[in-house]
């Protein structure tokens, strides 16, 4: 008698890290790009037209980093995780849910007040052995979600994990 069940939640889920994970990672850049700004606003600063371009340019380059993390996707199907990012030369990578081991959630203390975590999945996947799933909201239980269509997989194809303790 077969007992296999369908995949709860049959859908494609997709999911992007939020805003507020490019404020965590920039904090420290956004600071000094506005107080470079405001330097060099200033009139009759030495080095004031300087600090002003040069935060005009960090200012360029927070813009690129954060289109870089709204075009981050993730899309757990039935039976792969697909992760596409990057903004002119898009990379897209393929895991298979079978061969994901391990699961860990992460919150640093600005994720902690943000209310976002990191997921990584560690898998035997050779090109990409840890994927993680940046800026992913707190009250998200995507591990469960993934763990179930895991276990699905691996029933499906017939895969057992053997231990030695």
Do not use: W
Request: proline share 4%; charged share 25%; net charge positive.
């Amino acid at each position: 008698m077969n007992t296999s069940h369908p995949i709860p939640n049959d859908r494609n889920i997709v999911l992007r890290p939020h805003a507020g994970q490019f404020v965590i990672d920039e904090l420290p850049l956004m600071a000094i790009c506005a107080a470079g700004l405001v330097y060099g606003g200033i009139e009759d600063m030495p080095l004031g037209a300087m600090a002003a371009a040069v935060s005009l340019f960090l200012l360029l380059a927070l813009a690129y980093r954060f289109a870089c993390l709204r075009r981050i996707r993730y899309r757990v199907g039935r039976e792969q995780l697909v992760s596409e990012h990057g903004l002119f030369c898009r990379k897209v990578n393929y895991m298979e849910l079978y061969r994901i081991i391990d699961f860990q959630e992460h919150q640093s203390l600005m994720q902690q007040l943000c209310g976002l975590k990191t997921v990584s999945l560690l898998s035997t996947d050779r090109s990409s052995p840890r994927l993680d799933l940046i800026g992913i909201r707190h009250e998200n239980d995507i591990v469960s979600l993934i763990r179930e269509r895991v276990e699905y997989n691996k029933r499906k194809k017939g895969i057992y994990e053997i231990t030695n303790h």
